[in-house]
């Protein structure tokens, strides 16, 4: 078995805890678990299972050259995690079982997109190890931005929600889960962006020493 391989049934461990532990049923009535549900489903497991598909049959930037562009990847993330976060959407995942599997699967599905667009993909050259770099620091940045306003919000957004974790209030509740955002969530796709900007430099630094 491959490194790789390794890698991506380490994710798929990762989901199974996620997804067959007690989170899903604590995301019911906490947001902080809602959010480390969110976290560890595109910061964590995503990541792993996006290095065990890339370059494979199911590197969805080698099939469809287009779709895994990772500036696209990363707008379309946006739209599905802010999608979910507005007080609507969210309220009726918690109600409603089936919407909490779409809720997942679109977490999963985005987080393999703009995971493997920025490692996967047809080819690692300067540029589209440039466009990964983009993509996964705008993730970052708007992961971050949601993760503060969570953090710093004065009301509760989130209403329906009651934290059954260490006596918090809704509202505690709610500006924790905007802080595992902000850490967990922000810093991942900033790690991911940098570790593609020390491969850059250095290809660059060895292109330039060539005669």
């Given at each position: ?72 990847a990363s707008l379309i993330e946006l739209v599905v995690v802010w999608a979910w976060h507005t007080p609507r959407l969210h309220h009726l995942a918690r109600m409603h ?102 491969r850059l430099l250095k290809d660059e630094g060895h292109a330039t020493q060539l005669p």
């Amino acid at each position: 078995m491959t490194g790789r391989a390794v890698i991506g049934l380490a994710g798929l461990g990762v989901l199974a805890l996620c997804w067959l532990g007690p989170l899903p049923e604590l995301a019911n009535q906490s947001f902080s678990a809602h959010m480390l549900m969110h976290v560890l489903v595109i910061a964590l497991a995503a990541p792993l299972i996006a290095v065990g598909l890339a370059a494979t049959g199911f590197d969805i930037g080698s099939r469809i050259p287009w779709l895994g562009s990772p500036v696209l990847a990363s707008l379309i993330e946006l739209v599905v995690v802010w999608a979910w976060h507005t007080p609507r959407l969210h309220h009726l995942a918690r109600m409603h079982d089936s919407l909490m599997v779409a809720e997942q699967l679109s977490y999963l599905l985005v987080g393999l997109l703009i995971w493997l667009s920025a490692f996967g993909g047809p080819k690692q050259d300067s540029t589209r190890i440039a466009a990964g770099v983009a993509g996964l620091l705008l993730t970052s940045m708007h992961m971050t931005l949601l993760g503060v306003l969570l953090a710093t919000a004065d009301r509760a957004l989130f209403a329906h929600t009651a934290s059954p974790w260490f006596g918090l209030s809704v509202l505690q509740d709610q500006q924790t889960g905007g802080v595992i955002m902000l850490v967990f969530g922000g810093v991942a796709y900033l790690v991911g962006a940098l570790y593609l900007l020390t491969r850059l430099l250095k290809d660059e630094g060895h292109a330039t020493q060539l005669p």
